[in-house]
């Protein structure tokens, strides 16, 4: 299963006018120019391809832990990446809940 949806939070925040000095802003969900794909664990092995062309990935992990950087290889048993501070890390396929990724919308 792949899910995709696009949305942020922005906040407008009333400083100025506050006289106690706290923040009474609220939150507006605004449409921006990207969309998430997820990609779960028992779906990684038909979107290899997808996977390892993307620059930038989260891999969740099951104990929801989250690693950043780009994915070096992709396998049925395990993957690698490497993340930002140049650091690879192995991980087996069990391990993985799900991987994020960005692309940018058309509008």
């Not at 407008?12 to 921006?32: E, L, Q, V």
């Not at 140049?86 to 692309?103: M, S």
């Amino acid at each position: 299963m792949v899910c995709r949806f696009s949305c942020s939070i922005s906040w407008n925040h009333a400083w100025a006018g506050s006289k106690s000095g706290r923040d009474t802003g609220s939150a507006k969900i605004t449409p921006m120019g990207k969309r998430q794909t997820r990609i779960f664990r028992k779906d990684i092995p038909q979107h290899v391809q997808q996977l390892l062309a993307q620059k930038s990935v989260q891999v969740v992990l099951r104990n929801k832990v989250v690693l950043t950087g780009l994915l070096l290889q992709v396998s049925p048993e395990q993957l690698q990446l490497q993340d930002y501070r140049f650091h690879k890390h192995t991980l087996p396929v069990e391990q993985v809940e799900e991987i994020i990724y960005d692309t940018e919308a058309a509008y």
